[in-house]
């Protein structure tokens, strides 16, 4: 078994991108779009580099509401890939004395997501449709979480400059049938790399309601993760830090355990 923890991975030359999350805000450089690659290609250039993935995660998060109260949580993730259909198992585990939450979702090729959890109050199972409904710990959207790529339509806007790296400025508007909270989305992505920087969600009226901040990379297995996410829930005046501090790459699941009944299990057993 492969165990890669913070902070110690941080050390492996060569493996870390590291982002200054002051340096966020972006200088316009504004060469001719129709020069660039398109913005549905810097996209999949992203999600390529995802890949479907076998591994398991260890992510804290650290939740500061507007009154200056702080909770925190640990974010279990188990992920299984088979033939190109992602499986991923989410435990989020309170510090305080609440019950964990647990979050059974599926990415087939070609298919709408599918997003289950178990009311063991209710004794069922509920299947989640509405990717813009926030949950009540993180004020965050399920889209957020699983990405809702396919609800935009993208175009390169330029070349802007954040901190010390060239960045792609990436507009996603939303398609004329799709349902989100979000209506417009601008994404900043590493030019060398196509990671994403910096993220800003908008509302209908055009506001910005989020805005997240990639502030480290790390390239595990031929797999970029996300080691550092702070985001600023605008609409619900929070402030988000993700940090992953363990991965696990050498690491695989029978198919049963990304199943309805172990999601049960595992729900009820966290009561």
């Known amino acids: 078994m492969r165990l890669i923890s913070h902070p110690s991975f941080f050390a492996g030359v060569g493996m870390m991108l590291v982002f200054s999350s002051c340096q966020s805000e972006p200088d316009t450089l504004s060469p001719d779009p129709h020069l660039l690659p398109s913005g549905r290609e810097i996209v999949e250039r992203f999600r390529a580099s995802q890949g479907c ?16 109260t702080e909770r925190e949580f640990l974010i279990v993730t188990y992920r299984k890939c088979v033939d190109g259909t992602q499986y991923t198992l989410w435990q989020v585990i309170a510090s305080r004395d609440e019950p964990a939450r647990v979050l059974l979702c599926i990415e087939r090729p070609g298919q709408a997501v599918e997003n289950i959890t ?3 109050g209710f004794q069922k199972f509920v299947e989640i449709h509405n990717l813009s409904r926030e949950d009540s710990v993180f004020g965050l959207s399920l889209q957020e979480s699983v990405g809702g790529y396919d609800l935009y339509l993208y ?6 400059r954040l901190g010390q790296r060239d960045a792609y400025k990436v507009e996603g508007r939303l398609k004329a049938r799709a349902d989100s909270r979000f209506t417009r989305v601008v994404t900043y992505y590493q030019r060398e790399t196509f990671l994403p920087l910096r993220q800003e969600l908008y509302n209908l009226k055009g506001d910005v309601v989020r805005v997240r901040r990639y502030v480290r990379w790390a390239s595990i297995d031929d797999h970029w993760i996300a080691m550092r996410t702070e985001i ?6 929070k402030h988000i830090v993700f940090e992953t501090v363990a991965v696990e790459s050498d690491v695989d699941w029978p198919l049963s355990f990304f199943s309805r009944d172990n999601l049960r299990t595992l729900t009820i057993g966290a009561q």
């Open 53 to 68: 993935q076998t591994m398991k995660l260890e992510t804290k998060a650290r939740v500061t509401d507007e009154d200056g």
């Open 118 to 120: 178990y009311l063991p």
């Open 155 to 160: 175009r390169t806007l330029g070349v802007e």
């Open 232 to 237: 600023d829930n605008v609409s619900h005046k």
